[in-house]
């Protein structure tokens, strides 16, 4: 799968990241899409998955694959912390 394929979730309006999955199965013809986030924005990536799945593509697009891990780093105060990651793999039917 191209890296192309990749959607991050963050900060901007949900319906943004619903219309970029979407985008990906129709315009840009991919066979799979990969939805990631970390820490607070999770449950919005569980979201976005699950309406472009039931709601835009129904009964064209599937939950092929999902990834859950953390990541360790240093944040700005010089503390080692830990924040859970997901990946969400969304494939053509």
């Known amino acids: 799968m191209a890296e192309d ?6 900060t901007k309006p949900f319906m943004n990241y619903v219309t970029s999955v ?4 129709t315009t840009k013809n ?5 939805v990631k ?5 999770i ?3 569980v979201d976005v998955s699950e309406v472009a799945c039931k709601r835009f593509l129904k009964d064209q697009i ?9 990541e360790e ?8 912390v830990r924040v859970s ?9």
């Open 73 to 80: 780093f240093k944040n700005n105060e010089g503390r080692e």
């Open 5 to 10: 394929n990749s959607i991050f979730i963050g």
């Open 62 to 70: 599937s939950v092929k694959d999902i990834k859950i891990d953390s």
């Open 30 to 34: 991919a066979d799979e899409v990969l």
């Open 22 to 25: 979407v985008v990906q199965f």
């Open 85 to 93: 990651t997901i990946e969400i793999v969304l494939v053509k039917k």
């Open 37 to 41: 986030a970390r820490g607070k924005f």
């Open 43 to 45: 449950a919005r990536a």
